[in-house]
C-alpha cells in the first residue's frame, strides 16, 4: 500500500503483527535506522561546540539542570567510546541505554514470531519512572551531589 490511506493503516497498526518473519520486521527496523541517524548526527556535530543545538528551556529559565541536561553531550561520548566522560554528563542516559536496547530486542523478537501486542504497561513500571526521574533531577541541582551535574 503506497498510498495516503495505506500509511494510515500502517500507523493504526503499529505494533500489531499479522505475519512472522522478515517482513514483520519492517518497523523495529525502521526505529532502529532512525535511532542510529540520530545518533549519527549527534557523534558527528559535537553537542559540546555552542550554536549547534537549542539551549535546555528550564536552565536558561531557571538555572536548574532537567534530567535530560546534558544527555546529548552522553550520546555523543557514547557514540565515540567514551564511558567515563558519558557517565559524568548524564548518568541517567547512559543507564537507560541498556533498557532501550532490552525493550527493541523484544519488540523486534516479537515481531519477528507473530506474537499479539503485549498489553499495557503496568502502571507501577510508569510511576517507578516518574519517581527515578524527578528524583534524579532534584538531586542533580543540589550542591552536595554536583557530580550528578552536566
Given amino acids: 500500500m503506497g498510498t495516503l490511506a495505506g ?3 500502517d500507523v493504526a497498526m503499529l505494533g ?3 505475519r512472522r518473519g522478515p517482513g ?3 518497523w523495529p527496523l525502521l526505529a532502529a535506522v ?5 545518533i549519527g548526527y549527534v557523534a558527528a556535530v559535537d553537542p559540546n561546540a555552542a550554536g549547534h543545538y537549542p ?10 539542570f532537567c534530567p535530560g541536561c546534558g544527555g546529548l553531550r552522553a550520546v555523543h561520548a557514547l557514540a565515540r ?6 557517565l559524568s554528563r ?6 537507560l541505554v541498556p533498557v532501550l536496547a532490552v525493550l527493541w530486542i523484544r519488540w523486534a523478537h516479537r515481531s519477528w514470531i507473530g506474537a499479539p501486542r503485549p498489553g499495557p504497561v503496568p502502571a507501577s513500571y510508569v510511576w517507578g519512572l516518574a519517581v527515578v526521574v524527578i528524583v534524579f533531577a532534584v538531586v542533580r541541582n543540589l550542591p552536595v551531589a554536583t ?4
Fill in 16 to 18: 500489531t503483527v499479522s
Fill in 7 to 9: 500509511v494510515a493503516h
Fill in 34 to 38: 532512525a535511532a542510529a541517524a540520530g
Fill in 147 to 150: 557530580a550528578l551535574a552536566p
Fill in 55 to 64: 539551549d535546555c528551556p528550564l536552565l536558561v529559565v531557571t538555572g536548574w
Fill in 24 to 26: 514483520a520486521l519492517r
Fill in 90 to 95: 548524564n548518568v541517567l542516559v547512559v543507564a
Fill in 81 to 86: 567510546g567514551d564511558m567515563a566522560t558519558a
